[in-house]
């Protein structure tokens, strides 16, 4: 019966440091990524990203989902590297970004540019 209330002391006692420790590593860990959807063609069908406008924070992902209206693509002012030129032309095809550095980013669809699918990211 003593053997067996040490045991269980014991145990209570390492099952108290494992929580305080994982507690400890999950407040070190930084703020994940979150990847935000944006859709091409609005789903009534008009020639617009939905949302036009997002705020998101630096490390974060834009996903940009073939939603109606296309081929559709995504062209970033300035940034050639972050721009997916190529026309998507497949429904629910999706290209991405990862925005890694603070700024606003201005863009559009060229295709649809005239009538007037363009969009703005800010980088916070
Ligand atoms: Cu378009």
């Given at each position: 019966?003593?053997?067996?209330?040490?045991?269980?002391?014991?145990?209570?006692?390492?099952?108290?440091?494992?929580?305080?420790?994982?507690?400890?590593?999950?407040?070190?860990?930084?703020?994940?990524?979150?990847?935000?959807?944006?859709?091409?063609?609005?789903?009534?069908?008009?020639?617009?990203?939905?949302?036009?406008?997002?705020?998101i924070?630096a490390?974060?992902?834009?996903?940009?989902?073939?939603?109606?209206?296309?081929?559709?693509?995504?062209?970033?002012?300035?940034?050639?590297?972050?721009?997916?030129?190529?026309?998507?032309?497949?429904?629910?095809?999706?290209?991405?970004?990862?925005f890694?550095e603070a700024g606003?980013y201005?863009?559009?669809?060229?295709?649809?540019?005239?009538?007037?699918?363009?969009?703005?990211i800010t980088v916070q």
């Amino acid at each position: 019966m003593k053997k067996q209330s040490i045991f269980g002391r014991l145990s209570l006692l390492f099952i108290s440091f494992t929580i305080a420790l994982s507690s400890l590593v999950f407040h070190a860990a930084p703020a994940l990524a979150e990847t935000h959807t944006v859709l091409m063609g609005s789903k009534s069908g008009q020639l617009v990203f939905e949302p036009s406008t997002l705020t998101i924070k630096a490390g974060d992902t834009v996903k940009w989902v073939n939603n109606k209206g296309f081929p559709h693509n995504v062209v970033i002012d300035g940034q050639d590297a972050l721009s997916h030129k190529k026309l998507i032309q497949k429904p629910k095809e999706s290209v991405e970004t990862t925005f890694s550095e603070a700024g606003e980013y201005s863009y559009y669809c060229a295709p649809h540019r005239g009538a007037g699918m363009v969009g703005k990211i800010t980088v916070q």
